[in-house]
């Protein structure tokens, strides 16, 4: 991520605000890059960029300045601006106007010789842009929810992601619709009149039940996992004690799928998650917001040639083993014999038909057991937490789960690097899911990202 600072004459204008919406915006879009424009109020401001993957907006700078905000995806990225990864490009359509309209706010601070923002302001603005762009995101079309809203929710799940009630790490899910359309008996503002109310987090943990509140703020009614019927027609049954769905916030997730708004959903590391239309669009992690690797998925599509439905399925087993704290490492090959040197086959699941049954060690006949034809997200996740790693074939057949490969110590790095290393090496792609929750890309033996880090 990148900013830089531009003008269509000789001098550029102090504008420590603008620096700090453009590195805000810079560290929520992730592979991009953000230039500030600026231009004399009285001359003619330049066309702004066009193309895949580019957003602009323009708008009043410091005083006596015009100035234009472009935000840019990574050259990798830009080509797979798709439909695959439509809520990423939400994002960025809305990112530019969000920047400009909370530079706007800050004028004041934008003299000549004001000095740099400190720590204290910069988490503001980085908090304030986010809300600008839940404003002006399209799952927030129709009566427009107050701006104000999406900061209390946050400020309020901010607080809560550093209390304890009861020994529990609290979790807690709202989404913001407006369902229910009729006047309510009882009126209860979200979060005010929930604040001294200590049991009203573990009521609506997001994982078995969350609040519905409306666009006006008022609290309605709780929707359990295991009821979505009551406002969600022809719902299916959701396993709410199932850790792949409750823990990473599933529930908030359907709820924006069937009933449209902005679902929020603390988890109990701390991270604050953001979903729109079913997907997860921002998250919130120690003080900073990334929009949630949309485009890691294009990316690995685009890496193992064109298949789609496996690079979604690596993915989503990632991130619910990230959601559950376990590590792992998942990996997708291009020819299952590259296998051969690295990987014994005993722990090859693809192999367990080809060996003489009576030779057989006992690992091996533990694969008649397992059930992963056709694979899910699920299995690959429940696989994939076991200790070794887990290999997919491009066309999303399991290969081996549980596997140890064969690397060589290292002094400088763990067991699960090293391993994920040399597996990169001969692997299209190796997803390298620590204790912590951050997800390590890696390709050719080399670290390419690191998300959630």
Same mark, same amino acid.
């Given at each position: 991520m990148s900013w830089v600072l531009t003008s269509t004459v000789e001098c550029v204008p102090s504008d420590p605000v603008g620096e700090a919406v453009a590195a805000a915006i810079a560290g929520i879009l992730g592979n991009s890059s953000v230039e500030l424009r600026y231009a004399p109020e009285d001359s003619p401001f330049p066309p702004a960029p066009d193309g895949p993957g580019i957003a602009s907006a323009v708008g009043d700078g410091p005083p006596g300045w015009k100035v234009g905000l472009t935000v840019r995806l990574a050259e990798r990225i830009a080509p797979l601006a798709t439909p695959a990864i439509a809520p990423l490009l939400e994002i960025l359509g809305v990112l530019p106007d969000a920047g400009l309209r909370v530079a706007a706010r800050f004028a004041s601070l934008a003299r000549p010789d004001a000095a740099p923002l400190g720590p204290a302001l910069h988490r503001v603005i980085r908090d304030l842009v986010v809300i600008e762009v839940l404003g002006l995101h399209q799952a927030s079309a129709g009566p427009p929810a107050r701006s104000a809203l999406f900061a209390e929710t946050i400020e309020f799940l901010i607080e809560l992601s550093g209390t304890r009630v009861e020994s529990h790490d609290l979790t807690h899910g709202v989404i913001i619709t407006d369902v229910l359309r009729d006047t309510p008996r009882l009126e209860l503002n979200y979060p005010g009149d929930l604040r001294t109310v200590k049991r009203a987090p573990l009521l609506f943990d997001g994982q078995r039940s969350l609040l519905v509140v409306d666009r006006q703020g008022r609290a309605r009614t709780e929707l359990q996992?295991?009821? @979505?019927?009551?406002? +969600?027609?022809?719902?299916?049954?959701?396993?709410?004690?199932?850790?792949?769905?409750?823990?990473?916030?599933?529930?908030?997730?359907?709820?924006?799928?069937r009933l449209g708004g902005i679902g929020f959903? @603390?988890?109990?590391?701390?991270?604050?998650?953001?979903?729109? =239309?079913?997907?997860? +669009? @921002? +998250?919130?992690?120690?003080?900073?917001?990334?929009?949630?690797?949309?485009?890691?998925?294009?990316? !690995?599509?685009?890496? !193992?040639?064109?298949?789609?439905?496996?690079?979604?399925?690596?993915?989503?087993?990632?991130?619910?083993?990230?959601?559950?704290?376990?590590?792992?490492?998942?990996? +997708?090959? =291009?020819?299952?014999?590259? $296998?051969?040197? !690295?990987?014994?086959?005993?722990?090859?699941?693809?192999?367990?038909?080809?060996?003489?049954? %009576?030779? %057989?060690?006992?690992?091996?006949?533990?694969?008649? $057991?397992?059930?992963?034809?056709?694979?899910?997200?699920?299995?690959?996740?429940? @696989?994939?937490?076991? =200790?070794?790693?887990? !290999?997919?074939?491009?066309?999303?057949?399991?290969?081996?789960y549980g596997a140890i490969v064969a690397s060589s110590d290292s002094q400088h790095e763990g067991a699960r690097t090293a391993a994920a290393t040399t597996l990169s090496q001969s692997a299209e792609i190796v997803l390298k899911v620590s204790a912590d929750g951050d997800i390590t890309v890696l390709r050719a033996g080399e670290v390419i990202t690191t998300l959630l880090g």
């Open positions: 996992s295991h009821r @979505l019927h009551r406002l +969600i027609p022809d719902a299916g049954r959701a396993d709410a004690y199932s850790p792949e769905f409750s823990h990473t916030g599933s529930l908030v997730a359907e709820a924006t799928r959903f @603390l988890r109990a590391d701390r991270t604050i998650w953001v979903f729109a =239309d079913g997907d997860p +669009i @921002l +998250i919130r992690h120690a003080e900073h917001w990334t929009t949630f690797p949309l485009a890691l998925a294009a990316a !690995i599509t685009n890496a !193992i040639g064109g298949n789609a439905a496996t690079a979604d399925l690596l993915v989503q087993a990632a991130f619910i083993i990230s959601a559950q704290r376990h590590g792992a490492i998942l990996a +997708i090959v =291009d020819d299952p014999e590259d $296998l051969d040197a !690295i990987v014994s086959p005993k722990d090859r699941y693809d192999l367990r038909n080809s060996l003489d049954p %009576m030779a %057989m060690q006992p690992e091996t006949r533990l694969h008649h $057991l397992i059930d992963a034809e056709p694979l899910d997200a699920q299995t690959l996740a429940r @696989l994939a937490a076991l =200790d070794g790693a887990t !290999i997919l074939s491009r066309d999303g057949r399991l290969l081996a």
